[in-house]
């Protein structure tokens, strides 16, 4: 008896026996002229192996239905990029609803129960959660029946909220809300590396009656929809005016250069990319993680430049010298020929930091061998310069994105990139900082706060800044920007 998959881990049997019987629906010359069969009889016979034909038929059918319902009842494989989630007696994985925090304000999450909630049933449910700290019930309504966690999970949910979708004569909240997290969903996945994709984001990615799902809200009525905004009590704070607010994000202490959470968290609310203060060479994702090697690139360089009214321009120049590979190497070697004693690096966990200045009128003649007897002189190992290599890939990026000046410069730079890659291959990463930095539930409404502020005066900076696909590795050979396809 063969066996078709029904969900993560489970089987379910499927009769599959084969019956190569027609039933008497192909009679042979022979068995029409039965000897002492009358017509009466015959006609029995034949009656009879009519219905015995059509049940076999009705049990193809429903065999096959079996194995449909089975294969669109199947999320697949649940990518580890996105995350999974442990729900139910009997250990069920499912995808983290969440989306790594991609979420907009007029959504809510619960992170007791995995489920998405939008509008009225997210204003209840977050209010519910808030007050008591117990899981909300999800909704009654037919949309959480065909989407037990707000999200269609496997292929099956999303036809079924689809199709409950498109009828025109379902409740119009109902309407809203499912194309609230369809639409979401469907954003969600072109946003998304296909690497991390699940059977039913194949599915929207490749039908076409998912390109176009039409927006139902119309009135001024559906809008507040996107108006909604749900914030625990234990982050916000009142102020001498009594209106509350969140509690607010310190900048990064230069005492603890190395605080990596902080300067994301930091990054997150006033340095993404396309905002006014961008802080270069940080690769965010759409989904608003930051890349560890990136992170601590920019510490690294915001360590050792002091500040003054140039100081951009120094982590510019460190920048650009570091994104050789192998250039500090050599200066290393060329070093132990020249002095006696072998240069020794410093790892900690106390480190001396001696912080470059150079007076502001000079700061134009800080040269590439300037920047290497920094780092030679702090005994910067040359690990650390390593890991921080796709800090200046992602600089470069955004540098070909967004120019903020001659690109002849940066034309240069990547070449000789290009040119070292080829000679020494790509630069180690240290195992424990070689990934993408994750919202924490903090950091998620932190940054729903900011989203509605941005919206209220028009600005949305993940239009303009360069955002990289979620779960991509930002660690690529050629720069988008230089491909011919951009």
């Known amino acids: 008896m063969a066996t078709a998959a029904v969900g993560k881990g489970k089987q379910q049997a499927v009769p599959a026996i084969k019956d190569d019987s027609d039933y008497g ?29 059509k049940k076999k038929a009705n049990r193809a059918k429903a065999a096959a239905a079996i194995v449909h319902r089975a294969q669109n009842d199947f999320s697949g494989r649940i990518p580890d990029g996105l995350g999974v989630k442990v729900w139910g007696p009997l250990d069920v994985e499912r995808l983290n609803s969440c989306f790594r925090g991609a979420l907009g304000p007029c959504y809510y999450y619960s992170y007791l129960t995995n489920t ?85 984001m194949m599915l929207l990615c490749s039908d076409p009656a998912y390109q176009n799902l039409v927006n139902p809200m119309q009135d001024p009525e559906d809008l507040l929809f996107a108006e909604k905004r749900h914030i625990p009590l234990r982050f916000l704070h009142v102020k001498d005016d009594g209106l509350t607010a969140l509690h607010m994000t310190r900048t990064p202490d230069l005492i603890v250069p190395f605080d990596l959470d902080q300067i994301a968290r930091y990054a997150l609310i006033f340095g993404r990319p396309g905002m006014e203060n961008t802080w270069q060479g940080i690769a965010v994702d759409f989904a608003y993680c930051m890349h560890w090697q990136t992170l601590f690139g920019f510490a690294l360089c ?71 007897c920094v780092l030679l002189y702090n005994r910067i190992p040359v690990e650390w310069v390593d890991h921080a290599y796709i800090y200046r890939v992602v600089y470069l990026e955004q540098q070909f994105h967004h120019p903020t000046m001659s690109l002849d410069i940066f034309w240069e730079v990547d070449n000789e990139r290009l040119e070292r890659l080829r000679l020494y291959g790509t630069p180690a990463a240290i195992p424990q900082w070689d990934r993408w930095c994750e919202l924490t539930e903090e950091d998620h409404y932190h940054l729903m706060f900011k989203h509605a502020e941005e919206s209220t005066a028009g600005l949305f900076p993940e239009a303009n800044g360069l955002y990289y696909y979620i779960g991509m590795d930002p660690n690529v050979g050629q720069l988008w920007k230089r491909t011919p396809a951009h």
């Open 116 to 200: 998405v909630f939008v509008g009225a049933d997210a204003n209840h449910a977050a209010a519910f959660e808030f007050s008591s700290g117990q899981s909300a019930k999800v909704p009654g309504t037919k949309v959480y029946q065909f989407t037990r966690r707000g999200f269609p999970g496997t292929p099956y949910e999303l036809k079924q909220l689809y199709k409950y979708y498109s009828n025109p004569h379902v409740p119009h909240h109902d309407r809203i809300v499912a194309y609230m997290l369809l639409s979401k969903l469907k954003d969600f996945t072109q946003h998304c590396d296909v690497a991390l994709h699940n059977c039913t």
């Open 25 to 53: 629906q192909s009679q042979s010359k022979e068995e029409e002229a039965k000897e002492g069969e009358s017509a009466a009889q015959r006609f029995q016979h034949v009656q009879c192996n009519k219905k015995l034909a």
């Open 302 to 372: 915001r360590a050792l430049c002091a500040n003054s009214a140039k100081k951009t321009t120094l982590v510019h120049q460190m920048a650009l010298v570091m994104a050789h590979p192998g250039l500090y190497w050599e200066a290393i070697d060329a070093f132990n020929k020249v002095y006696d004693e072998l240069f020794a690096a410093q790892h900690g966990p106390q480190l001396t930091i001696n912080q470059v200045h150079v007076p502001d009128n000079k700061v134009r003649n800080f040269s590439d061998d300037d920047t290497i």
